[in-house]
């Protein structure tokens, strides 16, 4: 009830129906989110785009300037020289054969993982484990790389992935409620710009159909696209 309480409490206090300027949308986000956790802020965009087709699939990753306020656990599977190399980057656990043993057994207190191209193939076996997860390693999303150092930075330094959902939507965290305003709106902006970078060759129409912010526990405000649009370009 309490909950239900505060969540109605928050709807009352705002026009759900209004578009926002992001600095607006983001105060209104903060104020609500009174849960007794630091929530995560969200961004979702529903995008012009026809999933059903690999080439308006949209997938990737980018690294948000403030990072999203959680510390990120980063297990490195490689083997040699390049065990060294990602721990000097401050990977959390760094191994090869015996974190493939574990992570078969169901061991997943891990975050993020990250492997080098040499390792695939017994990495590659536990994709019935890891895919569902979201955890498995990607060449697309810099987790498959001999450049461990640097995937190991970005990661920690606020690299988020992103990928579109089969209704065409595309949403990720931003930071948490008790980042400072300004840290939000240049998270959320650097997110918007690079999922117009990467706005699809075939997509027609209106590319960026509505964009809403939203706290773990608390209502969406809906963003004023026009307005983050004009931001952009300026």
């Known amino acids: 009830m309490k909950l ?21 949308a983001i105060e209104l986000v903060k104020k609500n989110a009174t849960a007794k956790f630091d929530e995560t802020v969200e961004v979702a965009a529903r995008l012009g785009v026809d999933p059903r087709h690999s080439d308006q699939q949209l997938r990737g990753t980018v690294v ?4 999203i306020g959680k510390t990120v656990r980063v297990l490195v599977i490689t083997k040699g020289e390049k065990e060294k190399e990602a721990k000097d980057a401050g990977a959390d ?37 890891l895919g569902p997860k979201g955890m498995m390693p990607n060449p697309k999303s810099g987790t498959v790389t001999f450049d461990v150092a640097k995937a190991v930075k970005e990661v920690k330094a606020g690299k988020i992935e992103y ?15 008790s980042f400072e305003k300004d840290k939000l709106v240049d998270n959320v902006t650097v997110f918007v710009r690079e999922i117009m970078r ?12 509505s964009l809403c912010v939203s ?18 370009k300026a």
């Open 64 to 67: 948000l300037p403030h990072g």
């Open 163 to 177: 990928r579109t959902d089969k209704n065409g939507n595309v949403h990720a965290p931003v930071g948490k409620a």
């Open 93 to 129: 656990m760094v191994g090869s054969e015996e974190y493939v043993a574990k992570l078969k057994e169901g061991w997943l207190d891990v975050d993020k993982i990250i492997a080098t191209p040499d390792m695939m193939s017994e990495v590659g076996k536990l994709g019935k484990i």
């Open 4 to 24: 239900a309480k505060r969540y109605r409490a928050a709807v009352e206090s705002y026009d759900t129906s209004a578009k926002f300027p992001l600095e607006k």
């Open 215 to 232: 706290s773990t526990m608390g209502p969406g405000v809906k963003l004023d696209v026009q307005e983050i649009m004009a931001a952009l």
């Open 198 to 209: 990467v706005k699809p060759a075939a997509a027609k129409g209106q590319y960026v159909k």
